[in-house]
């Protein structure tokens, strides 16, 4: 039994799911029955192999088995469904969990917030978010993450900023992502002034933005019709060697053309065409004075 199970778990580095199968195969016909922890190594195999069916298959076996499955079973095929943008049956797998009076924990109700997120179910996110309140369940960086993007997909800015906010207040160190997802709620409703001042949040905070967070921001203020520090955000992008996408070309350019300035799309062409080091070139207000 514990060299089948050991053997199994080792599939799953490799994610060779098929090899795992086999060997629960091999053990019905050795007339060994399968324990849950082998059961649990099998389904773990799955994870990084688009296998939420096959998951739960192994579950349907697991059960027709008369083996008990636990709260690392229903964690790994939350998972699964997770990373396979299966938000369904995520939740299908969350309410056998609750059923069975199980308690989940703060990896199983981020997994499964997170494929809400995946799903643009915003609503549902929240109430899980809330539920971890109320069951006492400590509410990480990940459990904010995924419920201001969800809100931030969903439309919901307001929603998202007041969670970006709460996570202050419950003393939750956020992150790049965190900043990211509400400058992004801010962008999607056209809050330009409010991304500029999470953005210098962020910098005060001494976090790293990345290219997510320049594209997020420069899309805010094009949608806003600000072309001056949308200009000046690129040319911060450029001289953070962090390095421009077609998201941040064109969403500069967008802002220059709709302010009419045509004389900066052009100039903006010449130092991409030239180097970094020529950013300077290109004078526009300072950021700090818009927010």
Known sequence: MITFSTAISACKQGSMWEKALQLLSMMAEC??????????AAISTCENSGGWERALQLLS?????EVTPDEITFGALVSICEKDCEWEKALQVFSMLMQ???EPSTIMFNSTMSAFEKGCNWEKALQLFDVMAQRWVERNVITFNAAISACEKGAESERALQLFSDAAKSKVERSTITFNAA???AQKSCEWREA????????ESRM???IVTFNAMISACEKGGEWEPALQIFCCLLRRMVGP???SVNATISAC???GEWEKVMQLFNVLERSEEHTSELQSPSIISYA
């Open 31 to 40: 007339v060994i029955d399968p324990s849950r922890i082998t059961y649990n």
């Open 61 to 65: 076996m697991m059960m027709q088995g």
């Open 100 to 102: 069975r009076k199980l």
């Open 183 to 185: 400058i992004s709620a």
């Open 196 to 203: 500029l001042l999470l953005f210098g949040f962020m910098e």
């Open 208 to 210: 790293q933005p990345d």
């Open 245 to 247: 996408d077609t998201i």
């Open 257 to 259: 053309e709709k302010g």
